[in-house]
């Protein structure tokens, strides 16, 4: 009688995975996880966009902005990858005309909560590009495929809302996100500023 190969503690998870990975819109109820995962992703920016400095005041800025209908981290922007009713990872989108829009509510409230000068962010996304702009995982559920789960849907999501163009930023330095996007079709357009870090502008053209 042949002997069943065991599998080893990756081969079990990647079946976990494949059985249990569920890409769904996100509800308000994720803001607590989701908060955390937005933080990491986003580093100095998030602070910016929060007005704080100290984590856990990130985090509780952005579980705010997460639970509001209106700016670019509302829940109402975000899919949520769930494996076992755990959210493993996110991808936040929006379109880049509806940008400025949805940082207003941001600005007005850091120029009433801190009389903060600022009139804009720095502009993200072009105004015809669908936006990818922030795509985070859980350390816990890194390298099996989740990241380029999220990223498929929003490109399907793009399409479905009759986008041709979907984009997004990577850091100057960051060589293997940036060979992932490639890998996935995306190239490089062109290199912007955000909060005084360089970014490479990545665009991947949409088919039918």
Same mark, same amino acid.
């Given at each position: 009688?042949?002997?069943?190969?065991?599998?080893?503690?990756?081969?079990?998870?990647?079946?976990?995975?494949?059985?249990?990975?569920?890409?769904?819109?996100?509800?308000?109820?994720?803001?607590?996880?989701?908060?955390?995962?937005?933080?990491?992703?986003?580093?100095?920016?998030?602070?910016?966009?929060?007005?704080?400095?100290?984590?856990?005041?990130?985090?509780?800025?952005?579980?705010?902005?997460?639970?509001?209908?209106?700016?670019?981290?509302?829940?109402?922007? #975000?899919?949520?990858? %769930? !494996?076992?009713? @755990?959210?493993? =990872?996110?991808? /936040?989108?929006?379109?880049?005309?509806?940008? *400025?829009?949805?940082?207003?509510?941001?600005?007005?409230?850091?120029?009433?909560?801190?009389?903060?000068?600022?009139?804009?962010?720095?502009?993200?996304?072009?105004?015809?590009?669908?936006? #990818?702009?922030?795509? %985070? !995982?859980?350390? @816990?559920?890194? =390298?099996?495929? /989740?990241?380029?789960?999220?990223?498929?849907? *929003?490109?399907?999501?793009?399409?479905?809302?009759?986008?041709?163009?979907?984009?997004?930023?990577?850091?100057?330095?960051?060589?293997?996100?940036?060979?992932?996007?490639?890998?996935?079709?995306?190239?490089?357009?062109? !290199?912007?500023?955000?909060?005084?870090?360089?970014?490479?502008?990545?665009?991947?053209?949409?088919?039918?």
């Amino acid at each position: 009688m042949k002997k069943k190969k065991q599998l080893s503690y990756d081969d079990y998870f990647e079946e976990i995975l494949a059985s249990e990975l569920i890409l769904r819109a996100a509800v308000k109820n994720d803001a607590k996880p989701a908060a955390e995962l937005i933080r990491v992703a986003n580093g100095d920016i998030a602070e910016l966009l929060t007005g704080k400095t100290k984590p856990q005041n990130v985090r509780d800025t952005l579980a705010l902005y997460f639970r509001e209908d209106i700016n670019r981290f509302s829940y109402k922007n #975000i899919w949520i990858a %769930s !494996v076992m009713d @755990k959210v493993a =990872g996110l991808v /936040i989108t929006y379109p880049g005309e509806d940008a *400025a829009r949805l940082d207003e509510t941001i600005l007005n409230r850091l120029r009433k909560k801190q009389g903060n000068p600022l009139k804009s962010f720095d502009q993200e996304a072009d105004e015809k590009d669908y936006y #990818i702009d922030t795509l %985070s !995982v859980h350390p @816990k559920f890194q =390298g099996h495929g /989740i990241g380029t789960a999220l990223i498929k849907k *929003a490109e399907t999501v793009a399409k479905e809302k009759g986008y041709k163009r979907i984009s997004l930023n990577v850091a100057h330095g960051n060589v293997s996100a940036k060979h992932l996007y490639k890998k996935l079709g995306y190239t490089e357009e062109k !290199v912007i500023q955000i909060n005084k870090h360089n970014y490479d502008y990545m665009v991947k053209i949409l088919g039918d």
